[in-house]
């Protein structure tokens, strides 16, 4: 019965193999008191090992480590966003808004007069226009400048009132109330 169980797995374990166009290492070690087969099957990071003694026991681990070089690679500097996540790694990424991104006086000139881009700019979004931290809310700096951008507005029929607020030094908050309040998102005061 065992020999039979045995022969399956590793059938199974070929089987695996051609489909995924993984490399196959069988090891076989029989002894009197038990029967031990261990099956690698190796893709990437990927390893799948199968024991058997009484029971089958089958343990498949894939390990994937992000760096910011992989993050990065995931995000086009020529791409268009608009979200908080993306808009925000971008500039930290790249130190610059993405392409995308119009500051009003640019917008202005397209006949823009505030509210929604889209008609004047299909597929821009407002940004890069000083930011002057009047209320004193964000920490300032000797030689620190703000700079805002709007925030999940690509299409949309009003500017709401999420914004990216970033510094030249590294600084980027988010507020999703119309600068009421800030959540720091990159860099340390």
């Known amino acids: 019965m065992r020999k039979k169980l045995i022969a399956i797995i590793i059938g199974l374990a070929m089987l695996i193999g051609l489909i995924c166009g993984c490399s196959i290492e069988i090891n076989d070690d029989y002894s009197e008191e038990r029967q031990t087969t261990t099956t690698s099957v190796t893709e ?7 024991t058997t003694e009484t029971t089958t026991e089958e343990t498949t681990t894939a390990s994937t480590s992000e760096t910011d070089d992989t993050t990065v690679a995931q995000l086009d500097e020529d791409g268009v966003y608009t979200t908080m996540e993306d808009v925000s790694l971008y500039i930290f990424t ?20 505030g509210g929604s881009l889209e008609p004047y700019a299909p597929g821009m979004c407002i940004g890069g226009d000083y930011f002057g931290n009047y209320e004193g809310l964000l920490p300032e700096a000797s030689g620190r400048e703000y700079r805002e951008c709007d925030i999940n507005t690509l299409g949309a029929s009003s500017r709401g009132a999420e914004r990216l607020i970033y510094s030249n030094d590294g600084l980027i908050y988010y507020t999703e109330d119309h600068y009421e309040s800030f959540t720091l998102v990159y860099g340390e005061p």
């Open 94 to 113: 790249y130190g610059c808004l993405p392409s995308n991104f119009m500051t009003k006086a640019e917008a202005r000139e397209l006949g823009w007069e």
């Open 44 to 50: 990437e990071e990927t390893t799948s090992s199968t």
